[in-house]
Nanobody, 115 residues
Framework: QVQLVESGGGLVQAGGSLRLSCAASRSIFSINIMGWYRQAPGKQRELVAG???????NYADSVKGRFTISRDNAKNTVYLLMNSLKPEDTAVYYC?????????WGQGTQVTVSS
């Protein structure tokens, strides 16, 4: 089992920035993908960004050029730097780890962007 602990959410004005962090409880030595998803009220959970253990990344079209995902394998941590935030980015953001056919989720962190 792996626990994921997120931090860094909060309230920010439109145009501002936040950085989310997600720390895994132990090292993952196999090929894996870590990612950030978000879920706004009344909407389905959607992928925001993902990064493989080798560093390949992908982003939702809505965040390309504004968000950057990165990871520190030595610290078992993935980050999401969010710039130029918009009110439509308001959601609960969830960290996800996928490896060896299993998917693990964090508890979620609220991001609220005021206009």
């Amino acid at each position: 089992q792996v626990q994921l602990v997120e931090s860094g959410g909060g309230l920010v004005q439109a145009g501002g920035s936040l950085r989310l962090s997600c720390a895994a409880s132990r090292s993952i030595f196999s090929i894996n993908i870590m990612g950030w998803y978000r879920q706004a009220p009344g909407k389905q959970r959607e992928l925001v960004a993902g990064i493989t253990s080798s560093g390949s990344t992908n982003y939702a079209d809505s965040v390309k050029g504004r968000f950057t995902i990165s990871r520190d394998n030595a610290k078992n941590t993935v980050y999401l730097l969010m710039n130029s935030l918009k009110p439509e980015d308001t959601a609960v953001y969830y960290c996800n780890l996928y490896y060896s056919g299993s998917s693990y989720w964090g508890q979620g962190t609220q991001v609220t962007v005021s206009s």
